[in-house]
């Protein structure tokens, strides 16, 4: 058993790779979707394992191989991306049960099982980012995860799906391009590909080739800005959440952007920050400035939306904003709602899109006029939406509140003043937006396409359920989720306050 044990750093990888190759051979959806599922419940009981191991023991140095670091492949699990891990591998598998029949009414059934195929194969991507200690294989992890994310987009109904995922191919492959050349500047000036390695060596090598250094951290922010959708990078994202299908939109809005993010905070404190004191870096300043405006830009477009996936879609850049502005902030308490933002925003938003999910399954439509009156007709999926909602706007007892409660503290600690007011102000439009919402769901008289909806079946309709309750637990009880995004602020940050 313990031998077991200690495999569980390769287990978290290899097992969905593994079954993605084992799914590539299935002719049915029937039998793909089992597979899937497996692998998928699996997941959450591997890295709940590993965040344990790391928050007891401390970090977890896995050497592939044999191999010794830096020579070596190295799984690195700490307290931050065992917490990352829990995460992806938890949406993954609340999702899967709620594929069953939302992926047999949205994709022809000859194409099913590559869906599972292409499905597990990006879950590999998203956990082996977060898994690897190495900054190379994280770029390798980061194209299974896009390439296998752009064909997830194009299986969507509608047309439009194929421009949408083509357009993020183009986008996707310019901010991966930007990354390995960001890799390859840090290799030159350090002789290593091991994060942990390259923080231990940069302080010397900025000191004789300090404009390499830079350039490193210019490409690689940008680069990742492009995978996580930072304004004005988010092209990409709007269309791909609104017409890829139902499913891949709820996964893709908890996981992708968020995995991209962690790999940015790890690079900004874990690497760069060992030779700068990355607040007083130019590139500070504008990821404060991009987030303040991913917070107000992508709100107000929000609220002229009438498609609530899209709608939803302009609120994710907007919520992503305030994940980045944690990261500019830099110190412990804004780092913290950084982090604890990026599950929150799992959460929240894994929730509303599976409800939209739920909507588009009952009726065909996620247009706002559609949806008149169909809370009376579907009221667990639609208090479960509007719950998850108010989480988005910060309303006391949801998560969202606790992640701007920290931002705001963060703020503070910082002396920007100016930043608790912005914060304020853009959760202010995201009432409008969601309060539109909601009186359109429960306060109109029910319209001639809501008239026929029902709740969905259970399988749909649970994980909705156990999200819209994970939005008011961990609003509540706090010590899990921001408990160890405090350590993992305090890990990143080192002796900084």
Not at 21 to 37: D, E, K, M, P, W
Not at 310 to 324: D, E, F, K, N
Not at 333 to 342: F, R
Request: charged share 10%; net charge positive.
């Amino acid at each position: 058993m313990s031998q077991l044990i200690a495999q569980l750093p390769a287990l978290q990888v290899v097992v969905p790779l593994l079954g993605a190759v084992l799914v590539a051979f299935c002719r049915g959806g029937r039998t793909a979707y089992f597979v899937s599922l497996l692998v998928s419940l699996l997941m959450p009981v591997v890295s709940g394992l590993l965040l344990w191991q790391a928050i007891i023991a401390g970090p977890i140095s896995y050497h592939l191989g044999g191999w010794q670091p830096p020579w070596g492949i190295e799984y690195h699990i700490d307290v931050f991306n065992g917490l990352v891990l829990m995460m992806v591998s938890a949406v993954g598998a609340l999702v899967m049960p709620f594929a069953w029949r939302s992926v047999a009414d949205e994709i022809d059934e000859d194409k099913q099982a590559w869906f599972y195929c292409m499905y597990l194969l990006c879950l590999t991507g998203l956990l082996g980012i977060a898994a690897t200690g190495d900054a190379f294989n994280a770029f390798v992890f980061l194209e299974i995860s896009s390439l296998s994310a752009y064909v997830l987009i194009a299986l969507g109904r509608d047309r439009r799906a194929l421009l949408a995922a083509f357009r993020y191919l183009i986008m996707g492959t310019i901010g991966a391009t930007f990354y390995v050349i960001g890799i390859g500047l840090l290799y030159v000036v350090t002789g290593s590909l091991n994060i942990v390695d390259i923080g231990s060596r940069i302080a010397g090598a900025a000191a004789v080739y300090p404009h390499a250094v830079i350039a490193a951290l210019a490409f690689i922010t940008v680069g990742l800005g492009l995978k996580l959708a930072l304004f004005p990078l988010h092209v990409w994202l709007p269309n791909a959440y609104t017409y890829a299908p139902s499913v891949v939109t709820a996964f893709m809005a908890a996981t992708a952007t968020k995995v991209a993010i962690y790999l940015l905070a790890r690079f900004a404190f874990g690497v760069f920050g060992q030779a700068f004191d990355f607040r007083t870096l130019p590139v500070a300043d504008i990821i404060l400035v991009l987030s303040v405006a991913a917070m107000f830009v992508a709100a107000f477009v929000a609220i002229s939306e009438t498609d609530l996936k899209r709608m939803l879609a302009y609120s994710s850049v907007s919520q992503i904003g305030y994940i980045t502005l944690g990261i500019g902030i830099a110190n412990k308490p804004g780092l913290t709602g950084s982090i604890v933002h990026l599950v929150n925003h799992a959460m929240m938003k894994g929730a509303l899109f599976l409800a939209l999910g739920a909507v588009v399954y009952r009726i065909g439509s996620a247009r706002l006029s559609d949806l008149a009156g169909i809370g009376r007709r579907m009221p667990w999926t639609m208090t479960a939406f509007t719950i998850a909602g108010f989480g988005l706007i910060g309303t006391p007892g949801t998560v969202g509140f606790i992640s701007k409660w920290y931002l705001v503290a963060g703020a503070f600690a910082a002396g920007q003043w100016v930043l608790v007011f912005l914060i304020v102000g853009s959760s202010l439009l995201a009432l409008v937006y969601v309060g539109r919402a909601v009186e359109v769901i429960w306060f109109r008289d029910t319209g001639p396409a809501a008239a026929r909806a029902t709740d969905p079946p259970p399988s749909m309709l649970a994980p909705i359920l156990l999200l819209m309750a994970a939005v008011v637990y961990f609003g509540v009880e706090t010590s899990l989720t921001a408990g160890i995004a405090e350590r993992a602020a305090a890990l990143l940050l080192g002796g900084l306050p």
